[in-house]
């Protein structure tokens, strides 16, 4: 068991140093208390290889690299807080080790003292819960590049071999450190140990606890959602009754001016045919109203109102080529950070301007994106500046 123990030391202070010699930016922590998260958000899968070796009765008889033997890790997570999560794990495949006399799981020829190699599979099926030391001391950081994780767990162990196996109940603790690739991928070091009874091994010669000791490094894939949102970062309105009817009035409102404004193309292209065809002379471009869409709190999604609205304008600005339109997107100020509102409204202009060019057709030369974040606002309401304004320039 010393050697278990030396081996898992020197490994970790061998992660610790290099995490030491990466560049850390620092950024504003972000503590609890955290809004919980949905069933589908914050899972994980890992998987990933390594060596592990068996601490039996007999085992130190032999030599510590005699007894190495590969090991396989998959599992499957979800991090129910930033600092606690749960997991599920296959760990395992081989061991090696010694016996005094012949045992199942033996092979070949005893030694002068009666000692047999060893060989067997191994499985450990167990549920683990983790807790991340890192943010519960530092805070949530989704860009923090080492986070060191310590875990305990149960499960069911089996091993077999020469047509023979054992199950046993076995406890799980170990050292995880996931080092961050991006947003989505981890490179995830883990050192373990599962203890067990004896009589796994069919151990002669009492009850004890036998150890497996395993070293494996592998990729962590983090499945969307990822991330938690603090509860001071949510606005709690008691009766929003006010805002509903007010956006429902301008949802009125809007689609009114749309059957007006249809109407009034449809005789102004008419007059305009009229008139070219009198004096001859080139089409006169008309001065189009604005349009707003509104986008819902945080986000930058079109809804389908939205893209049906986008459409009916689209059409217009493909018949008059030579218009230039400012896209005039913003974000309201009483939610966000300015960086965060400025990024945001630049989320919102692009998601127009990608659907009237993408989607309808409409030229790139005619729009220009104006993103403003949250520094101008045009209506009075936070959720009326969570808005892009389709202006006619000229």
Do not use: C
């Not at 030491?20 to 899972?43: A, L, M």
């Amino acid at each position: 068991m010393k050697k278990l123990f030396l081996f898992l030391i020197a490994s970790f202070l061998g992660i610790s140093l290099f995490a030491q010699d990466e560049t850390v930016i620092e950024v504003q922590n972000r503590k609890g208390p955290y809004v919980t998260n949905g069933f589908w958000d914050n899972w994980f899968l890992s998987a990933g290889g390594g060596a592990q070796v068996y601490f039996g009765k007999s085992d130190l008889h032999g030599n510590l690299g005699d007894r190495i033997a590969p090991a396989l890790d998959i599992s499957l997570g979800k991090w129910i807080t930033p600092t606690a999560g749960v997991r599920m794990q296959y760990s395992g495949l081989k061991a090696k080790g010694w016996t005094l006399g012949q045992l199942p799981y033996s092979y070949g020829n005893a030694d002068r003292r009666g000692f047999y190699k060893e060989k067997f599979n191994t499985m450990n099926l167990h549920a683990d819960f983790l807790w991340n030391i890192s943010n519960a001391i530092g805070g949530e950081r989704t860009d923090r590049f080492w986070s060191f994780v310590p875990y305990v767990g149960f499960g069911w162990a089996r091993s077999s071999g020469n047509d023979v196996h054992k199950n046993e109940i076995a406890a799980t603790a170990g050292l995880l450190h996931n080092l961050r690739i991006s947003d989505a991928l981890d490179i995830n070091i883990e050192m373990k140990s599962m203890f067990v009874e004896q009589r796994f091994a069919y151990t002669q010669g009492g009850k004890g606890l036998n150890a497996l000791g395993t070293i494996t490094a592998g990729l962590t894939y983090k499945f969307n959602t990822r991330g938690f949102q603090r509860a001071s970062d949510l606005i709690v309105i008691e009766d929003n009754t006010r805002y509903v009817e007010q956006i429902a009035m301008l949802e009125q409102m809007l689609q009114k001016a749309e059957s007006r404004r249809a109407e009034l193309q449809n005789t102004m292209e008419t007059q305009q045919m009229q008139l070219n065809e009198e004096l001859n002379e080139e089409p006169v471009i008309p001065v189009l109203p604005n349009l707003a869409i509104f986008f819902e709190i945080g986000k930058a999604d079109l809804t389908e109102k939205s893209m049906i609205n986008i459409g009916y304008l689209a059409d217009v600005l493909k018949q008059f080529p030579e218009k230039k339109f400012v896209l005039f997107a913003s974000a309201d100020k009483e939610t966000g950070t300015p960086e965060f509102n400025m990024e945001l409204s630049k989320k919102r202009g692009e998601a127009v301007y990608n659907a009237m060019v993408e989607k309808y057709g409409v030229s790139p030369d005619q729009l220009r994106i104006e993103a403003v974040g949250s520094t101008r606002q045009k209506f009075d309401g936070a959720q009326l500046n969570r808005v892009v304004v389709i202006e006619d320039k000229e």
